[in-house]
């Protein structure tokens, strides 16, 4: 943009009253150091909003301004403009107009490519101003649509192999394998498949083969789904296609592969880890989506009731001592770690974790990946950070005896560490330490608190709807039910559109915090039971992950039947007692 279009800019925002001159002097003045136009500028300066500026563009360049959020995207243009056209000039067509189409367009100088746009779409096009935002929500459209045109690409596969393959033994030993992962639907297909993945919201995607079909599943948020299936006779042409993907011997069928992907999707870095595994009808490929920066909370953020948030809070700043967070695999241990640590990291403290695997860059955060193949396991790197000065230290996971040996003389010699153990609670967390080799005058020392906690899934709030809940539902809760029976509302899934007729959408956490009182280190130092440990912590005020997750179902935030599925049957023996 010319110095001349820049000043004229800038007239036009101070005549709408959306800056002042000295901003836009400002501006202008900064704009001689950093090569942006004024209006990023502006915006970067925190003096004017983007939808501002488009207004002003819009009176500049004579170009309509869109401040509505275009939500309707015409499908049929998706086969039509290639995506890395949309994504190289920020510009998309998303509605016919006439004999012509409207193309959202965040930028009004760059309009040249839209006479490429015209040859591709063979008519008139008209420019729209769009936020940028409005934009993206446009390319997630083509994505969407894209996504569900893959049974359809599935079905024109499985025709053309009926045309020129009599068996799979044939399609083997005629092709290359090399050139079958590369030929065009099979690269399309995983984009799909991946690409589906990620707008579902699923945290893993499984290619399953069996004797007659490869099945695609998706895990959302827990549950897994199965999408559709891949004809028997693409099987090595799919998994070998992944295996590329991930930079893995696509000529091993014999042992088990791990990998990674990093893709960019819909503006998003997208993380994938893939691990694959011979079974009886092939390899089966599991590929884990993290996608960065998104899962990244903050510690109010985790759905903790108010009470055991600040505790928590309280526990994280302690000088030394370990913080133990205990749950199955995919109970969100991880996310909670990582909350603890943005909470805790400042610039006067050295952080150092030791993981398997690195699942989110932390900014500030000195991060070791395990490799045991070269000897670097939890145990030696955690003796390799012990030498490094920290003052907080996280341990991926606790396995062995030696890596516990370890947490534990770290946090008696001035270190605050953070760690996870696989136990189904909180008070399971004591006796596994003991099993493990770790004597009780010691675990009873240097823990501070241990956190159990599970991941249910969100009612959707667009179609739930009350019910009158009978006593016995209460008693299962682990809860006593209000005696008046209008007051025993819950709530109850039905499935609507905005959910996919799943009744849930999202997942929240249901959280046992024991903190390790001087009443519960004597009774862990006479080797009592879990259930004993657990039923003194609720005397001092300690919910149980049932307990928290009836709480969360009379606040309608979940269903019964949700918390009933993930919290295991524990409460007789504490209602007994």
């Known amino acids: 943009m010319s110095s001349g279009e820049d000043l004229q800019l800038c007239e036009i925002l101070i005549q ?4 002042h001159e000295e901003q836009t002097t400002e501006a202008l003045e900064l704009q001689k150091i950093r090569p942006k136009r004024v ?9 004017v909003e983007e939808e501002q500026i488009l207004q002003a563009l819009s009176e500049q360049y004579d170009v309509p301004y869109e401040a509505g959020l275009i939500d309707e995207v015409d499908a049929s243009l998706t086969t039509k403009v290639p995506i890395s056209f949309i994504r190289e000039y920020n510009m998309v067509p998303y509605k016919k107009n006439g004999k012509g189409y409207l193309v959202a367009v965040n930028d009004p100088v760059n309009l040249l490519p839209l006479d490429d746009l015209r040859l591709l779409l063979e008519g008139n096009v008209s420019p729209v101003l769009c936020t940028k935002a409005n934009i993206q929500t446009i390319i997630d459209g083509y994505f969407e649509q894209q996504s569900e045109n893959a049974a359809e690409m599935i079905d024109s596969i499985t025709m053309a192999e009926d045309d020129e393959y009599q068996s799979l033994d044939s399609l083997n030993s005629e092709r290359d394998l090399l050139d079958l992962a590369n030929e065009a639907p099979i690269i399309k ?7 589906g993945g990620v707008k579902d919201r699923a945290s893993d995607i499984h290619i399953e083969p069996f004797e007659k079909e490869v099945r695609v599943r998706y895990r959302i948020d827990g549950v897994l789904y199965e999408k559709f299936s891949v004809p028997r006779s693409q099987q090595a042409a799919v998994i070998s296609r992944v295996k590329i993907m991930a930079d893995l011997n696509i000529a091993e069928h014999r042992l088990p592969q791990d990998g990674r992907i990093k893709i960019r999707l819909s503006g998003k870095e997208i993380d994938i880890r893939v691990s694959i595994i011979p079974i009886a009808h092939g390899e089966r490929v599991v590929m884990r989506i993290l996608e960065k920066g998104s899962f990244l909370f903050s510690l109010e953020k985790l759905g903790m009731e108010r009470q055991d948030n600040d505790q928590l809070d309280k526990l994280i700043q302690s000088s030394h001592g370990i913080m133990l967070v205990t749950g199955p695999t995919g109970s969100g241990k991880s996310t909670t770690l990582y909350a603890a640590l943005q909470k805790v990291n400042s610039p006067d403290k050295n952080i150092i974790t030791v993981e398997d695997p690195i699942e989110y860059q932390l900014e500030g955060i000195g991060q070791i990946q395990v490799a045991p193949k070269i000897g670097l396991t939890f145990a030696a790197g955690l003796r390799s950070i012990l030498r490094q000065d920290p003052d907080i230290i996280l341990i991926g996971e606790i396995r062995d005896m030696e890596t516990a040996e370890m947490a534990v003389q770290a946090s008696l010699t001035g270190h605050l560490v953070f760690s996870t153990l696989h136990t189904n ?6 006796t596994r330490l003991v099993n493990m080799g770790i004597e009780p005058f010691l675990v009873t020392s240097s823990t501070i608190a241990i956190q159990a906690q599970r991941l249910v899934r969100r009612i959707c709030d667009a179609c739930k709807e009350p019910y009158t809940a009978d ?7 682990g809860v006593e039910a209000p005696a008046d029976p209008g007051e025993r509302i819950l709530y109850r899934s039905v499935g609507c559109n905005k959910c996919q007729d799943r009744g849930y959408k999202g997942r929240t956490g249901i959280f046992e915090l024991l903190v390790m009182t001087p009443k519960i280190q004597e009774m ?3 080797s009592m039971d879990s259930n004993q440990i657990k039923r003194e912590a609720r005397k001092f005020g300690m919910r149980t992950l049932r307990e928290d997750g009836a709480h969360r179902a009379m606040l309608g935030l979940t269903s019964a039947e949700e918390i009933l599925r993930v919290t295991r049957n524990d409460m007789e023996e504490e209602i007994l007692d």
């Open 189 to 195: 297909l995983i984009n799909l498949v991946i690409t």
């Open 471 to 477: 006593v016995e539902t209460y008693s299962e809760l």
């Open 16 to 19: 709408q009253g959306s800056v």
């Open 39 to 47: 209006g990023e500028l502006l915006v970067d300066l925190g003096y």
């Open 425 to 430: 609670d909180s008070a399971g967390a004591i």
């Open 524 to 526: 862990a130092l006479q």
